[in-house]
């Protein structure tokens, strides 16, 4: 089977929680055999990346292509290259792709990102087969005040051509059963479509644990509020701080405007040696981050969002074996049970999640036991090898129709 990926940043130097999801799919269907090619469409995430892979590359057995090739490692290049450079990018995208295209694909996988969605919609029909994975609602940008106007533009026409490209796309791996439910109502009414849980390389995560270091509870991923509930972190771990003087809170995530509200509440409780702001870190500085932590934080609000998708960063939690607190939110409680597999909370709730937290704090050896039954319930729900193999199977047995 030959496949090429359309995707605006190359998964492996991109720490998001899509880039992890993408690299652990493209990885396991590799290792299923799939001669891959990814072709990489707005540049590269930082300099190392550019020197390191040049314009076109073999890294871990996928062929890599840049078909754009600007940098992207600081905010002001982001900006520029998204506002001000991306229509002569779209001008040029089709002529670029359409010559990596004249090799005969198996499929096409298209990601959400509009240059690539509107390449698909002009061109469709010179393509046999074409794949996309769906993980949240297309929606979701309707929920969040935008106070960038530029910014409420893409989002606006990034969701009016991905709806008339789902009448098009011939297959679809969805990551949750509502958003499954949704789609098959919207996409293409002859489609093949797979319910595809959110996978994790658990590979990552078998690194020594440092013993040496400090007790903390861990986060990572936005810092927004509205999204992942940091303010809620911080208020709950305010309750139980006393209770437990030796332990901090580490978040990790790219700087959001609601850091300054959160870093008010830090003040008023008096938590700034307590709380500690570690930035975005790189792919390859996760595992460690997520190991070394004595408890791993999700505390995730009830929102449109969290009802269609699942946290890429529940299934690296589970593959730690530490203890892991989160919200009943969405399809984590159809995986997850409280002071079994994990420790549970109401979302939105403070006390109820300043109460999970104790709970995973007070016990260690109930602790461990209940990291080891989330470790198990990664393993045989999430990881790589087990997801990728299903999906190598369906997209194998749809060219067989």
């Given at each position: 089977m030959k496949l090429i990926l359309l995707r605006d940043l190359n998964p492996f130097f991109d720490s998001s929680a899509s880039g992890n999801r993408f690299a652990s799919l493209v990885t396991g269907l590799k290792e299923c055999g799939v001669d891959i090619t990814i072709a990489v469409t707005r540049g590269y995430n930082n300099p190392y990346e550019k020197k390191t892979l040049g314009r076109e590359v073999v890294y871990k057995g996928i062929h890599i292509v840049y078909v754009g090739t600007t940098l992207n490692h600081t905010l002001w290049r982001r900006r520029v290259n998204k506002y001000m450079?991306?229509?002569?990018?779209?001008?040029?995208?089709?002529?670029?792709?359409?010559?990596l295209l004249k090799d005969e694909y198996d499929y096409v996988w298209v990601t959400y990102n509009y240059s690539i969605l509107n390449y698909y919609v002009k061109y469709h029909k010179h393509i046999r087969n074409s794949l996309i994975e769906i993980n949240e609602f297309h929606d979701i940008y309707k929920q969040i005040v935008h106070s960038n106007r530029a910014q409420l533009v893409i989002a606006q026409k990034t969701e009016q051509v991905f709806l008339k490209a789902v009448k098009h796309i011939t297959t679809f791996a969805i990551m949750t059963r509502k958003l499954l439910d949704y789609h098959k109502t919207i996409s293409n009414k002859k489609g093949s479509y797979l319910h595809l849980p959110m996978t994790v390389d658990m590979s990552r995560f078998t690194i020594a644990k440092d013993n040496g270091v400090e007790r903390y509870i861990a986060f990572a991923g936005s810092l927004a509020n509205r999204k992942d509930?940091?303010?809620?972190?911080?208020?709950?771990?305010?309750?139980?701080?006393?209770?437990?003087?030796?332990?901090?809170?580490?978040?990790?995530?790219?700087?959001?405007?609601?850091?300054?509200?959160?870093?008010?509440?830090?003040?008023?409780?008096?938590?700034?040696?307590?709380?500690?702001y570690c930035g975005l870190l790189s792919r390859d500085e996760i595992p460690a981050f997520f190991v070394n932590a004595t408890v791993l934080a999700l505390p995730r609000p009830d929102s449109h969002q969290a009802q269609?998708?699942?946290?890429?960063?529940?299934?690296?939690?589970?593959?730690?074996?530490?203890?892991?607190?989160?919200?009943k939110v969405g399809e984590i409680p159809d995986y997850l049970e409280d002071n079994v597999s994990a420790f549970m909370a109401t979302p939105g709730c403070i006390d109820s999640f300043a109460d999970a937290l104790d709970r995973a704090l007070a016990n260690r050896e109930m602790a461990?036991?209940?990291?080891?039954?989330?470790?198990?319930?990664?393993?045989?729900?999430?990881?790589?090898?087990?997801?990728?193999?299903?999906?190598?199977?369906?997209?194998?047995?749809?060219?067989?129709?």
């Amino acid at each position: 089977m030959k496949l090429i990926l359309l995707r605006d940043l190359n998964p492996f130097f991109d720490s998001s929680a899509s880039g992890n999801r993408f690299a652990s799919l493209v990885t396991g269907l590799k290792e299923c055999g799939v001669d891959i090619t990814i072709a990489v469409t707005r540049g590269y995430n930082n300099p190392y990346e550019k020197k390191t892979l040049g314009r076109e590359v073999v890294y871990k057995g996928i062929h890599i292509v840049y078909v754009g090739t600007t940098l992207n490692h600081t905010l002001w290049r982001r900006r520029v290259n998204k506002y001000m450079f991306s229509y002569l990018n779209d001008l040029l995208l089709p002529y670029k792709l359409n010559v990596l295209l004249k090799d005969e694909y198996d499929y096409v996988w298209v990601t959400y990102n509009y240059s690539i969605l509107n390449y698909y919609v002009k061109y469709h029909k010179h393509i046999r087969n074409s794949l996309i994975e769906i993980n949240e609602f297309h929606d979701i940008y309707k929920q969040i005040v935008h106070s960038n106007r530029a910014q409420l533009v893409i989002a606006q026409k990034t969701e009016q051509v991905f709806l008339k490209a789902v009448k098009h796309i011939t297959t679809f791996a969805i990551m949750t059963r509502k958003l499954l439910d949704y789609h098959k109502t919207i996409s293409n009414k002859k489609g093949s479509y797979l319910h595809l849980p959110m996978t994790v390389d658990m590979s990552r995560f078998t690194i020594a644990k440092d013993n040496g270091v400090e007790r903390y509870i861990a986060f990572a991923g936005s810092l927004a509020n509205r999204k992942d509930g940091v303010d809620i972190l911080i208020e709950a771990f305010k309750l139980i701080a006393t209770k437990y003087p030796d332990v901090k809170l580490y978040l990790a995530g790219n700087y959001h405007p609601d850091m300054k509200m959160q870093k008010t509440l830090i003040e008023k409780y008096g938590l700034q040696n307590r709380v500690k702001y570690c930035g975005l870190l790189s792919r390859d500085e996760i595992p460690a981050f997520f190991v070394n932590a004595t408890v791993l934080a999700l505390p995730r609000p009830d929102s449109h969002q969290a009802q269609g998708g699942f946290p890429t960063k529940l299934g690296e939690y589970l593959a730690t074996c530490n203890p892991v607190c989160a919200t009943k939110v969405g399809e984590i409680p159809d995986y997850l049970e409280d002071n079994v597999s994990a420790f549970m909370a109401t979302p939105g709730c403070i006390d109820s999640f300043a109460d999970a937290l104790d709970r995973a704090l007070a016990n260690r050896e109930m602790a461990q036991q209940i990291g080891r039954m989330g470790y198990y319930i990664a393993k045989k729900n999430f990881d790589m090898e087990i997801q990728t193999k299903r999906l190598y199977d369906f997209l194998n047995n749809n060219l067989k129709k």
